[in-house]
């Protein structure tokens, strides 16, 4: 599970879970949870923070709270390869906002992006926006119909 990357103990992967649950929690609430004093947990995150283990803290939306309830993954498939190509594709996805998640893969297809909107017509305007800036040989989209298990923590 760690091959190549940092060295984690048992107390490193509770502090990591106890993170994933709740990185807002009080340091140290954080450090009771753990069994360390706070300074030995200040300590270790910042070792954590430094290898790049931990990239940061955000929080989780519920993004059809928010009115964007639909979420379409598209699946891209581009003939051209070039680094000019990657770099004008990357640059033009991140400038979209309802693009949240973004791939390269294996496969059949090339990218795969997550999109969320409103509503099918929210949708249009992202495919229609990438259609007409980006050469494209096919794009699929899988609607989703229900969130069954988005945003897991990553196994400790």
């Known amino acids: 599970m760690n091959e190549g990357g940092p060295k ?21 609430a954080l450090a009771e949870a753990v069994g360390l004093s706070q300074n030995a947990c200040w300590r270790r995150l910042n070792r954590l923070q430094a290898e790049g283990v931990i990239k940061g803290q955000t929080i989780r939306l519920d993004a059809a709270e928010l009115g964007l309830p639909l979420t379409v993954f598209m699946m891209i498939r581009t003939r051209n390869h070039s680094r ?15 693009v949240i998640d973004m791939y390269r893969i294996a496969g059949e297809y090339d990218y795969i992006l997550k999109v ?29 119909m229900e969130s069954i298990a988005a945003g897991r923590d990553i196994p400790i």
Not at 120 to 128: E, R
């Open 8 to 28: 984690l103990d048992e107390i490193d992967r509770r502090i990591l879970r106890a993170l994933q649950r709740d990185a807002s929690q009080p340091q140290r």
């Open 84 to 98: 000019p190509w990657l770099e004008s594709f990357r640059r033009e996805v991140l400038a979209i906002p309802q």
């Open 116 to 144: 969320v909107a409103a509503d099918m017509n929210g949708f249009d305007q992202v495919y229609q926006r990438l259609i007409a800036r980006l050469e494209l040989e096919n794009v699929t989209s899988l609607i989703t």
